[in-house]
């Protein structure tokens, strides 16, 4: 083979790019910034209870997880403790009460718990942050979520302006209403 000087560096430069790719192959994609696939799996199930799909999408489907994950990570980085100590928390507690996971558990199950996390109830010494303090930030967090703006994680696709048939924003700072 005679490879002129041309064909040859662009064989090079296309072999080394090539190796500089093949470690970022090798990785698992995190799919979270802040918590871990089970941790993001409880506060999906307890977000999905505070705002359940009927005819239109809940937590779960508005992508609600993200904004709370991208918020805890860039704006609200001392809630990070609270998030996976409440969570640990919680599924030490539903393993010694119920035998199952928070997530697993029976929707009417999950709702109660959560009932009981919001009047402070749950008197354990399992839980190593207050569950009312953290049942309390994952409501405002999840509200925030579902209700605010796409682009800062949650409210995919505006499944809240849907709801609640208002026009999608154009243009920043222009909101038509429908009467």
């Known amino acids: 083979m005679n490879y002129n000087r041309r064909e040859f560096i662009k064989a090079a430069s296309i072999l080394s790019g090539s190796l500089l790719l093949l470690p970022a192959c090798s990785r698992p994609i995190k799919r979270y910034r802040v918590f871990t696939e089970q941790e993001a799996n409880c506060l999906i199930a307890m977000c999905e209870q505070i705002v359940p799909a009927d005819e239109y999408l809940g ?3 508005a992508g609600v997880i993200y904004y709370i994950d991208k918020q805890t990570d860039l704006r609200f980085p001392n809630e990070r403790e609270l998030f996976c100590n ?5 599924q030490a507690w539903c393993k010694e009460n119920h035998n199952q996971l928070f997530e697993t558990l029976a929707l009417g199950t999950q709702n109660e718990i959560l009932q009981s996390m919001e009047r402070n109830e749950i008197n354990s010494d399992i839980w190593t942050v207050s569950p009312k303090q953290f049942f309390d930030t994952l409501l405002m967090r999840t509200m925030q979520g ?3 703006p796409p682009r800062h994680g949650g409210n995919k696709n505006y499944a809240s302006f849907r709801m609640m048939r208002l026009d999608y924003p154009q243009l920043v700072g222009q909101n038509r209403y429908r009467a």
């Open 146 to 148: 579902f209700y605010g």
């Open 59 to 61: 937590a779960a489907e």
């Open 86 to 90: 409440g969570v640990a928390s919680l």
